[in-house]
């Protein structure tokens, strides 16, 4: 029995009635087609069962047809929902995603950029601790190689899929102040390597000031603090008059809340907590989290689409901010206190694990 031959391009092509270059750019997702061209394209090769392999991509056009993707953690489902984002639009055009995580590190962004570099990516789709100063990410980009962050607030020099986390905190900061709470804290982890910690918290106290309330208290964390509710309570128990917490995160909103049982504290009657992400366990908990709520799916499919344009060597500017809702829960209530009086009783913001930082104006 004679052997089948293996269908190629032309034959796509002949079938599609088009030329070679017009099937190739179709199928490869590299340029321009009528829609009645690409329809008749696809609709060719999925009858001939063909696949534009990758390897003879890679080799006619001097690509690796893999795009690197660097996120701080995969344990919180925000990033997981922003790289789910990137792969769905990234299905169909031919590129792989490699996926690496580096622990909040600036070191180990350092080393996961090199090392998605020395595989060969053809970009790059990052959330790190400082981009604009990453060493790595300078080489890359010193290469051509095109880069499209998530989750950054705009740096010069970049393009990015964001949200404005100043924009964003200073609504959490209207909704404390509208049920009249004026002694508030802000928590964080790992407030000094994170720039969108460091936005929120601008936004939260430059609000709280423009409503005449006291400064926030401004509370960093360890992992290991963050992870130990017995710990986290001994950080809140001196906080005398608090009553409400904005967390830069959702975890950390929840882990107040168990912190707060243990120090005898209800939420939200002595203390409300407002989060930041909108992750989907915040609804179902017994107590739902009140909390900013996000698209980080819609997040990644904007950063990989960008990504895509570069490649195709289309011009890119910074598009505005992805939308944001204030998502209201069963952790936030009226201030039982509240009154200006309380300012008196004792200094506030108190000293405890606070930061120095350049706050951003607005």
């Known amino acids: 029995m004679a052997q089948k031959q293996k269908t190629t391009i032309k034959d796509v092509a002949r079938l599609a009635g088009c030329g070679i270059a017009t099937a190739s750019r179709v199928l ?12 008749r394209v696809e609709a060719a090769a999925r009858d001939l069962g063909f696949s534009f392999s990758a390897i003879g991509r890679a080799l006619q056009g001097g690509r690796s047809m ?7 953690s995969l344990v919180n489902p925000v990033f997981a929902e922003a790289v789910q984002g990137v792969q769905e639009t990234l299905a169909g055009t031919g590129y792989q995603l490699l996926i690496a995580s580096s622990n909040y590190d600036g070191d180990a962004d350092n080393e996961a950029i090199a090392t998605l570099v020395g595989k060969e990516v ?13 060493a790595a990410l300078k080489q890359a980009r010193a290469r051509g190689l095109p880069v499209s962050l998530m989750f950054h607030d705009p740096l010069e020099g970049f393009v990015t899929a964001y949200v404005d986390n100043f924009e964003a905190a200073r609504e959490v900061a209207r909704r404390f102040a509208e049920l009249g709470h004026r002694r508030t804290a802000f928590l964080s982890l790992r407030f000094s390597s994170s720039d969108r910690s460091r936005n929120r918290y601008a936004g939260f106290h430059a609000e709280c000031r423009a409503r005449g309330m006291p400064d926030p208290a401004l509370i960093e964390l360890g992992a290991a603090e963050a992870n130990t509710p017995e710990v986290l309570a001994e950080i809140l128990a001196p ?13 950390l909103a929840i882990a107040v809340q168990k912190a707060a049982r243990l120090i005898g504290k209800q939420v939200p009657g002595d203390l409300s907590v407002v989060g930041f992400d909108g992750i989907e366990i915040g ?11 996000t698209a980080p799916e819609a997040m990644g499919r904007q950063a990989a689409q960008t990504l895509l344009d570069m490649l195709q060597g ?4 910074q598009p505005p901010p992805l939308p944001f809702d204030f998502r209201a829960g069963a952790t936030l ?7 200006r ?6 200094p506030w913001p108190p000293s405890v694990h606070s930061l120095k930082t350049d706050l951003k104006q607005g």
Request: hydrophobic share 40%.
């Open 28 to 39: 490869n997702n590299s340029g321009p087609a009528s829609a009645e061209v690409r329809e």
């Open 66 to 72: 893999t795009i690197g993707c660097l996120v701080p």
């Open 122 to 134: 053809d970009g790059l789709i990052v959330t790190m601790v400082a981009p604009d100063r990453s």
């Open 239 to 251: 906080l005398g008059g608090l009553t409400a917490i904005f967390a830069s995160n959702d975890f």
């Open 283 to 293: 609804r179902l908990l017994d107590v739902p989290l009140a909390t900013i709520e």
């Open 314 to 317: 289309k011009a890119c500017t």
């Open 333 to 339: 209530a009226s201030s039982r206190t509240g009154s």
């Open 341 to 346: 009086d309380d300012d008196q009783v004792a």
